[in-house]
């Protein structure tokens, strides 16, 4: 299957502040996804990016704070707008295939202070 | 509302032992993925059912799904410290076609030797 890469892998970042996360896949690929997940928990979907649309977000997550970019069949990024404490956390993106198998990157931990 | 009841939520037990994950919901799943994560990486698909009432073995690792494709359970043998990790259910609610998953809560593994 394909392989998918996150950069940053971390990040420390001021409040009030915007991170770009980025993700690539070595193949194309045509569904992929962005989660939330805090430390231990269970993941939550923030929305799914498809090549050529707009990204379709999840009740409770809107586009100004999460703007999502889906360029092209390999590459996805989701930014983090105008930081607070409250969005330190895992990010991570997975693509998806067959019968909803998802794969994911290694993830984004993020501190926001 | 959490559609999938994943339990327990801890697990502590000797290597050796049997353990048993459940995940139970009230909803009828068109596929059920179980996946392992690790500290510091995303989810690792480990298996999908996809027809009431199939078991599927990996190794130690028995998984099965419901007749009624509601609920599923992981069940490891002879458990080693290297099983420890965050066991996470997802799958899709019927009829499908999103590629959208819902993740249980997580059931955080610990294996002492």
């Known amino acids: 299957s394909a392989v998918i890469s996150q950069k940053p892998s971390r990040d420390i970042c001021q409040r009030g502040t915007s991170l770009t996360i980025q993700c690539q896949v070595d193949s194309q690929v045509t569904m992929m996804f962005w989660y939330r997940q805090q430390p231990g928990q269970s993941l939550t979907l923030i929305a799914t990016?498809?090549?050529?649309?707009?990204?379709?977000?999840e009740s409770g997550f809107v586009i100004d704070k999460f703007p999502i970019s889906r360029p092209n069949l390999t590459f996805s990024t989701l930014t983090v707008s105008n930081m607070s404490p409250e969005d330190s956390s895992i990010y991570l993106c997975?693509?998806?295939?067959?019968?909803?198998?998802?794969?994911f990157g290694p993830g984004t931990r993020l501190t926001v202070l | 509302t959490q559609l999938l009841e994943q339990s327990p939520q801890f697990l502590s037990i000797q290597e050796g032992e049997n353990l048993t994950v459940y995940c139970n919901s009230s909803s009828v799943f068109s596929s059920l993925q179980w996946y392992r994560q690790e500290p510091g990486e995303g989810p690792v698909l480990l298996v999908t059912?996809?027809?009431?009432?199939e078991v599927k073995k990996l190794k130690r690792l028995t998984f099965q799904f419901g007749d009624a494709r509601k609920d599923s359970s992981l069940h490891i043998t002879a458990a080693q410290p290297g099983d420890t990790g965050l066991y996470l259910c997802a799958g899709e609610v019927a009829p499908g076609n999103t590629g959208k998953l819902i993740f249980g809560q997580g059931t955080t593994l610990q294996v002492k030797p």
């Open positions: 990016a498809n090549q050529g649309s707009e990204a379709t977000y």
């Open positions: 997975s693509w998806g295939q067959g019968w909803n198998e998802q794969f």
């Open positions: 059912v996809v027809t009431g009432g």
